[in-house]
């Protein structure tokens, strides 16, 4: 058997599947560093949002869904809006954009910061490559992390595919085949200059591998290549190139297609352009809509502003205020036909963003 390392880097289409989920087929995605640039609407990349998700049985989320993902409830509302992240087949392993809040992150999915989840004979590792990082300088999996990561890969037996899903290319760190690309992928990864994954993760996979049970490492940080690597057989690693500064034609997701009874698994490296998309959806599913009126009303006698919510009886919105540099002023909540004082001491232009479900209304105002 050889162990020759192979480093495939894949700047076009590689393959394509036909067709889509049978009843012995299925269909994986990963969707690795889906962030926009945008600070203020906290959004994924336009073409992102247009993606009809219900085409797959497992969501592979790689890390950094917006730019704060978790910094307040409209964002993560919007993410669980695109995503349905308490879904047990959304899977998503934590990047350095997603973690203002782990608690309000552990509310939204319900799981764990790393967990393991199994169907159809596959086993899913969701690391946390952020739990045991010093900023860009290391990223280590150890202490509870790592010997739940062992106790998987001692006991697994039954399934016919391991699949490991991280943020950070730890694999790539001291890794001589990545010289030359290293600078191709985001910070995150790029600056580390110590990780312990080939030392203690890796042999660990080599002992999955040995009981006839292949391996994949998805990684999901920013990356300007297509990766497919394999340092020994049936052991392989994967990225996709996702970079928000990307256009659609130039960015990848990664597509598995598992045939459940022969339990062989292909690959297709697919441009986002080609993904199939919903059937009607505008350029963001966050548009001003009839159900939800946002009016601010200014006292200047007071230095405040009146800000009132029109919806359907029942409904409760959830406004943000930012300044425009994109730093949260203020967070509350609005019930219909409500009507909240604000004392703004700061003087200048804000955003309200207003967010009832999947609506929202963003509007800008200034106070003097």
């Known amino acids: 058997m050889s162990t020759r390392p192979i480093l495939i880097l894949l700047f076009v289409l590689v393959s394509w599947i036909n067709g889509f989920s049978q009843d012995n087929n299925l269909k994986l995605l990963l969707l690795p560093h889906p962030r926009s640039e945008d600070k203020l609407k906290l959004s994924v990349q336009p073409a992102i949002e247009k993606i009809?998700?219900?085409?797959?049985?497992?969501?592979?989320?790689?890390?950094?869904?917006?730019?704060?993902?978790?910094?307040?409830?409209t964002s993560m509302d919007y993410c669980d809006a695109l995503f349905k992240l308490s879904d047990p087949n959304t899977l998503w392993c934590l990047g350095n954009h997603d973690l203002d809040n782990p608690a309000m992150i552990k509310e939204y999915t319900g799981k764990e910061r790393f967990y393991a989840y199994y169907r159809d004979s596959?086993?899913?590792?969701?690391?946390?490559t952020e739990l045991d990082a010093n900023g860009?300088?290391?990223?280590?999996?150890?202490?509870?992390?790592?010997?739940?990561v062992q106790s998987v890969c001692d006991t697994i037996e039954v399934s016919q595919l391991l699949i490991v899903l991280h943020h950070r290319l730890l694999w790539m760190i001291?890794?001589?085949?990545?010289?030359?690309?290293?600078?191709?992928?985001?910070?995150?990864?790029?600056?580390?200059?110590?990780t312990n994954f080939y030392e203690d993760i890796f042999p660990l996979l080599k002992k999955v591998k040995a009981k006839g049970i292949p391996v994949l490492c998805l990684g999901g940080d920013k990356s300007k290549i297509n990766i497919e690597y394999s340092p020994e057989d049936s052991i392989y690693f994967y990225t996709s190139i996702m970079a928000p500064e990307f256009s659609e034609n130039e960015n990848y997701v990664l597509q598995f297609n598992y045939e459940k009874l022969s339990h062989t698994l292909t690959r297709s490296f697919i441009p986002l352009s080609d993904v199939p998309k919903k059937a009607e959806v505008s350029a963001n599913?966050?548009?001003?809509?009839?159900?939800?009126?946002?009016?601010?009303?200014?006292?200047r006698l007071s230095d405040c502003i009146w800000i009132r919510a029109d919806m359907k009886p029942g409904q409760k919105a959830i406004i943000n205020i930012y300044s425009l540099s994109g730093v949260l002023y203020k967070s509350f909540y609005l019930q219909a036909g409500e009507e909240f004082?604000?004392?703004?001491?700061?003087?200048?232009?804000?955003?309200?963003?207003?967010?009832?479900g999947s609506v929202r209304v963003v509007k800008k105002f200034a106070t003097w």
């Open 122 to 128: 596959i086993t899913f590792i969701v690391l946390d």
């Open 341 to 356: 004082k604000l004392d703004m001491e700061c003087k200048g232009f804000f955003i309200l963003m207003a967010n009832v």
């Open 285 to 299: 599913p966050f548009v001003k809509s009839e159900n939800l009126s946002i009016s601010i009303r200014n006292d």
């Open 174 to 194: 001291g890794n001589p085949d990545f010289t030359t690309r290293i600078d191709s992928v985001g910070e995150s990864t790029r600056q580390l200059e110590t």
């Open 52 to 73: 009809d998700f219900s085409k797959y049985d497992v969501l592979m989320l790689g890390g950094d869904l917006d730019w704060y993902t978790s910094s307040n409830r």
């Open 136 to 148: 860009f300088i290391s990223s280590f999996i150890s202490g509870q992390q790592l010997s739940f």
